[in-house]
């Protein structure tokens, strides 16, 4: 029965865990440089999180227990994204040497980390509850559309108007 309900490819991870610590390692990377700050192109503010909906994508849909209801769960995302537009005003930027910079949500950022980090646990130790597949794959794809939500409001965002904010909120002009 369970089978019928599945849908999609098997993926299973063999004893080696050479691809989820590549992944570890682009994701810490990630968070760090998210968190204080990277250089601010429109290119750069797309394709993070892009990155970021590939990983759940295949999270979601590249398991050893492929479930329609688990994997409708990624219907969730597009109901983070206005929470992400709002989470999206916590970030600011800064002029360093004459370019502009960025510094993200960190609350975004380590809740997708450790959405991520629980639904590939689950991947790894064979854990087959149902249950906690749907609520992980829930979180993530939740999670994801705040990643999402937030690009956009960092796209929208008047870059000049919010340096003028910076500066008058803290005295600082980030430059230097």
């Known amino acids: 029965m369970t089978q019928a309900l599945g849908t999609g490819p098997s993926f299973a991870i063999g004893s080696g865990y050479q691809f989820e610590l590549i992944i570890a390692v682009i994701i810490i990377f990630g968070i760090f440089r998210g968190i204080s700050g990277r250089r601010y192109t429109r290119l750069r503010a797309l394709r993070t999180p892009v990155l970021y909906l590939v990983l759940t994508l295949i999270a979601v849909f590249l398991t050893s227990h492929p479930n329609i209801y688990a994997q409708l769960m990624i219907l969730l995302l597009p109901i983070g994204i206005p929470v992400g537009v709002r989470f999206g005003k916590d970030v600011k930027f800064f002029s360093k040497d004459g370019m502009l910079y960025y510094k993200r949500s960190p609350t975004i950022l380590l809740l997708w980390a450790v959405a991520l980090v629980a639904r590939t646990s689950i991947e790894l130790f064979s854990f087959t509850s149902l249950l906690a597949i749907i609520v992980f794959n829930a979180l993530l794809s939740f999670i994801t559309g705040m990643l999402v939500g937030e690009a956009i409001h960092i796209l929208r965002t008047d ?18």
């Open 159 to 176: 870059k000049e108007e919010a340096l003028e904010q910076t500066k008058a909120t803290t005295g600082f002009s980030g430059s230097g």
